[in-house]
């Protein structure tokens, strides 16, 4: 079957759920967005763009972000970010302080918030907020090679207001003295990251190179090595969908990085990178419509990594 | 690269490194074991073996049996298990009893202790321990066409003059009602699944239908669904290493499951089952110079579930 | 006021209140106790014995013998007692096991179950039961001069078929080497000394050599050092009532013992030691009314012991 | 023995002792105090002063102040207090963060630093932290008649610089909307407080209300109700000293409040109030010297509220 035709199949499949879930309301720029809204994009690693549904539609990519900050930490440091943020599952919702007390302001991984900051705050080292968010867009802008993708300010400006959750983990992690900068311009750097604004198609082939050994397809050019692609990949399975990680890897059996906003990307090392949005999230905090239409993907495609291809 | 010669890569790879760790002490049994055992099989799809080492020397696989007792509980019971356990990463070591408390005596997957004696409550069901044990024995010998694989009786009273702390698990998820059968016969089925002695050649192939869709590959029969070995190969990578299950995945890359006899059992969807020996631990309870082998494995071969083949 | 005037008062301020709460279930031989069941005793250090109510009808005292239990320990091995097991609150329900693994399998006190079931190991220590629950009871009769007191063994079966989770604190403890008999004979000294039969008057006559610097006021023998007297009521007053020992310092302001079978041991240092009984327990697993009669107790004779007398 | 010479007493019990512990470093205006300062008075419920060592030397009472924000409190918004904070012991060290997670944002009880913040919060209620602190300091200056006493400027600019464990525990709370004031604001007034400068002679005149049934003795007007004044007591002796107020219960056997600064205020409910001052702090954050002064006062003078008076 051709890829336009499954993903016909796919958005059958999940018709009936459309609408399922509670769209994320702690802030009012999220919790306005229509709950039936449903997209998905395909990019395989030779280029080739399918769509369905509301794929052109921007929407908040919120933890799907951490991927990329992590990618570009991890180009700057190296591998000794490792020291300030674990790669374990953590067993805890995504914004626990729980752990961090247990195990000395180290978070679990860098997908939970508390790691993600930790990642941010590496980023930034010294540099001003804007000039951090400049690079992270840029990377962006480069992995898409599509210069209209944007920060939607609104949604920064609303997260500042109301991350009081985020603002404890930087503190304590601060006082644990994993927080380098000053903890508001840390804060700054990682509200603004969540409130990426890209839709289906754009996320899609940001995560492409994540399915191609590091490559970017369009020109073979790098963007990391593979085996720091195959390593992000892992985290992502173990980690990407917080507490419901584990049940993501057994339905799906992609890597995959939820955000509140509804969006998951996916990736089927050597075959494509997926972007799905649904707004609707389950008890988990990950789209319910969009893991449904990935699951179904992935049964149609036989591209889940723990088979061997079609039954 | 041919795989035997590629055997011989690995094993120069990790000589240097062959008796670091701590030989687990807790059972005599298995303290008295010499620390520089190493022994490495590799059973294709084609069900070609290569081995190299101390391949064909039997040990004791211990938490490596969880594996075979999740398939035959599948099989009987079905999706209906996952009411009893979980299947998320738990974030805590194998023998953690928080967890449990937190969650009404649920444990959070069938490969941490807890989960592994509720799996053999479920395959007891009102037999006699005798009666299961000789269930999982025949189901190990049919998957490895080997009638000569047993059951350590010395291992197995070791482990239950010892058990405490298992035991401590299956009373209190009695207390919750979530084991079935008086706590001492459920106990007896674990103990003695653990005891299990394999060699690595066996172990392999035990383990091939997960890299196989299933199938048998010497006949191709079935021993489970495709979709059945996907979500089983899916357990193992996020759960199959305790509270390293991350590391494992970022380093090696491939569904893996450890027990503290030393040995390891990974999976190459498509390409191999993988078994590997080394009696010394690390600080997590896994076999170090196996899991450098298994490191130095899928970086030779590519097989990675996380990239897409050769570099 | 006189006291027996006093006692009047207190019933009938509790008298609405009457058969509020929730009478244990957990064991049929609890079960069955009428809800409406209220007794009180006041013994005063000069031996005087005033009563109201069902105060002279037998009911199981529960873990309210774990005051004689620790007594009896310190009697025998000292204060080395506190190697074994902690004197803070746990601020965790009285069978909590989470404690237990961050703390390495010492109880965080002697009132919470783990801890009693220690006290109730040391006291065994290569003993038969039977003896050491013959000590138990003569170490009762002694102190009430009564030889009618016996322990119900219907209770005692009972809580021996129900206590899971008993079971499993014991043979967590046991696998940090903290229990040194075999566990079920640990246990059984336990369960049974939970069955003990009393009535209020029997018991505050058991606990008055608390009120009266360790003496025995009948004949001024001594039970205990004044200064073991006084830190025996410190562990009653910060750890009596589990997770709302807080509640019922800051409400009546007396060391106290509460039971799941509805009694409460108060102690009024140089005045009396009171005893009262309602089956209906409130959510923390006290007695609802009695908390509320004690309350009164305390109010009308000024022997809170955090205030300097009478107002 | 006159109160003079068992001052003498318990100085010569203490002195070989004096100088252990660890002064505490984390802002360089406590930690650069002489760790072998010891002082000590008590002031009787008639009035009656009586001091030793370095009784009239100002140090900084910290936590302390804790007692005398909570009557504040209380005598603002009454029992509804209870609603923004608990009453119970917490089982965990002073700052800890975890059980605010585990039961939505209401710290344990108002002594721990996330409790201390709540009361902060509720003095704060829409006023200028100047003015909140204004009325914090008249209170003392009431209770004292004293109106030298002050707040240390640069121990309170210490404290806000590096506070962020406090930062992130108030965050925390506004996250769960248990904090109603801006954090700044909130904090502001936390950290003054803590940088209270006293004396012994002036604490221990501060807390005589308490041990005096409410009432200020040197005119017998009421500063509380003797029921408040209980209450107060009875939370002290189970919280006023973190995770290790059981054992100070044992031990001491009367209700107290540590600070970091080595200060302990005690009360001997209808005798008097205590203060005690050693810099050096045991592994639970308490003067150890301070401790054993206080164990050897009760000792001699049978003022523990656990027993029957003199033995």
Same mark, same amino acid.
């Given at each position: ?17 459309i ?72 067993? *805890? ?23 993600a ?5 590496t ?8 000039? *951090? ?52 311009? *840390? ?5 603004h990251?969540?409130?990426?604004s890209?839709?289906c ?37 173990t ?5 419901a990680s ?40 990950n ?13 149609? *495609? ?10």
């Open positions: 079957m051709q890829l336009d035709e499954l993903l016909a199949s796919v958005h059958a499949d999940i018709e009936p759920f609408g399922e879930g509670k769209v994320a309301n702690y802030i009012p720029a999220l919790a306005k967005i229509d709950p039936k809204k449903f997209g998905m994009a395909v990019v395989t690693v030779d280029g080739d763009v399918h769509m369905i549904g509301d794929a052109t539609e921007a929407f908040s990519i919120q933890s799907i972000s951490k991927v990329f900050t992590l990618t570009l930490a991890l180009g700057r440091i190296g591998e000794g970010l490792w020291k300030r943020v674990g790669r374990e599952p953590s067993g *805890t919702p995504f914004n626990s302080i729980v752990q961090l007390e247990n195990e000395h302001g180290i978070p679990r991984n860098p997908f939970i918030n508390a790691g900051i930790v990642v941010a705050d980023l930034l080292s010294g540099h001003q907020p804007k000039e *951090t968010l400049g690079e992270i867009l840029s990377f962006i802008r480069y992995l898409t090679d599509d210069d209209s993708i944007t920060i939607d300010a609104e949604v920064a400006r609303s997260e500042q207001l109301t991350g009081f959750r985020n603002a404890a983990l930087a503190n304590y992690m601060l006082a644990f003295s994993n927080i380098h900068n000053p903890v508001e311009k *840390t804060l700054g750097v990682y509200f990251q969540c409130a990426l890209m839709n198609v754009q996320l899609a082939k940001a995560g492409l190179f994540l399915a191609n050994n590091g490559r970017l397809s369009r020109s073979g050019h790098g963007a990391v090595s593979a085996e720091r692609a195959r390593r992000i990949n892992a985290l992502m399975l980690c990407g969908h917080y507490d584990g049940d993501f890897a057994f339905r799906v059996g992609l890597p995959g990085k939820s955000g509140v906003g509804g969006g998951i990307l996916a990736i089927a090392p050597g075959k494509a990178a997926i972007a799905v949005w649904s707004p609707g999230l389950n008890a988990n905090g789209s319910a419509t969009g893991t449904r239409a990935l699951e179904s993907l992935a049964k149609r *495609t036989g591209w889940s990594i723990f088979g061997a291809g079609r039954n």
